[in-house]
T-cell receptor, first 114, second 110 residues
Framework: ETGVTQTPRHLVMGMTNKKSLKCEQHLGHNAMYWYKQSAKKPLELMFVYSLEERVENNSVPSRFSPECPNSSHLFLHLHTLQPEDSALYLC?????????????FGSGTRLTVV | TQLLEQSPQFLSIQEGENLTVYCNSSSVFSSLQWYRQEPGEGPVLLVTVVTGGEVKKLKRLTFQFGDARKDSSLHITAAQPGDTGLYLCAGEDSNYQLIWGAGTKLIIKP
């Protein structure tokens, strides 16, 4: 399978639940990203990994915890979320950091916190 | 804080019409990318422009990077329903970060 695959596509969770989002790419890319997309707002960069090491954390609340076990997989662990965390969470990859021949995005996980 | 402003925020036109959407900033970018995002999907890269004044064409879509590399436009000729989507621009700053616009939601009515 090519491209970036995200699972699940949809997730509804209570504020006390713990869940994880998964992202997988088989493009041979070295950089992976988590973005949050809310309606009518620019994409918000959450986390950046390069060669499995975290290189950026844009002051994201600790209730979001990323994990990158290898260069093909990226997880976002969620716990005690708030309703305002409801959004589309997008995973992306690029050949390398600062490699602006473009990002390849997954289809996203639509998260609803109730 | 660097900002990329996209206009209009929303545009609904009839099939066959022409349109232009804009992406403006007070900051200079090393490059600028345009993406299209369809409902339920992630953004898909359309083009990257790098040189000031550069023009790139992708079938009926024409992309231009401003001479000063602070702004860009996307012109669509004879729009079709398949052009419907959210158009996003993103500029690369001097720290290799991508700065994103909020998008233009385009609807082409048959």
């Amino acid at each position: 399978e090519t491209g970036v695959t995200q699972t699940p596509r949809h997730l509804v969770m209570g504020m006390t639940n713990k869940k994880s989002l998964k992202c997988e790419q088989h493009l041979g890319h070295n950089a992976m990203y988590w973005y949050k997309q809310s309606a009518k707002k620019p994409l918000e960069l959450m986390f950046v990994y390069s060669l499995e090491e975290r290189v950026e954390n844009n002051s994201v609340p600790s209730r979001f915890s990323p994990e990158c076990p290898n260069s093909s997989h990226l997880f976002l662990h969620l716990h005690t979320l708030q309703p305002e965390d409801s959004a589309l969470y997008l995973c992306a990859s690029s050949q390398d950091l600062g490699e602006f021949h473009g990002y390849t995005f997954g289809s996203g996980t639509r998260l609803t916190v109730v | 804080t660097q900002l990329l402003e996209q206009s209009p925020q929303f545009l609904s036109i009839q099939e066959g019409e022409n349109l232009t959407v804009y992406c403006n900033s007070s900051s200079v970018f090393s490059s600028l990318q345009w993406y299209r995002q369809e409902p339920g999907e992630g953004p898909v890269l359309l083009v990257t422009v790098v040189t000031g004044g550069e023009v790139k064409k992708l079938k009926r879509l024409t992309f231009q990077f401003g001479d000063a590399r602070k702004d860009s436009s996307l012109h669509i000729t004879a729009a079709q329903p398949g052009d419907t989507g959210l158009y996003l621009c993103a500029g690369e700053d001097s720290n290799y970060q991508l700065i994103w616009g909020a998008g233009t939601k385009l609807i082409i009515k048959p």
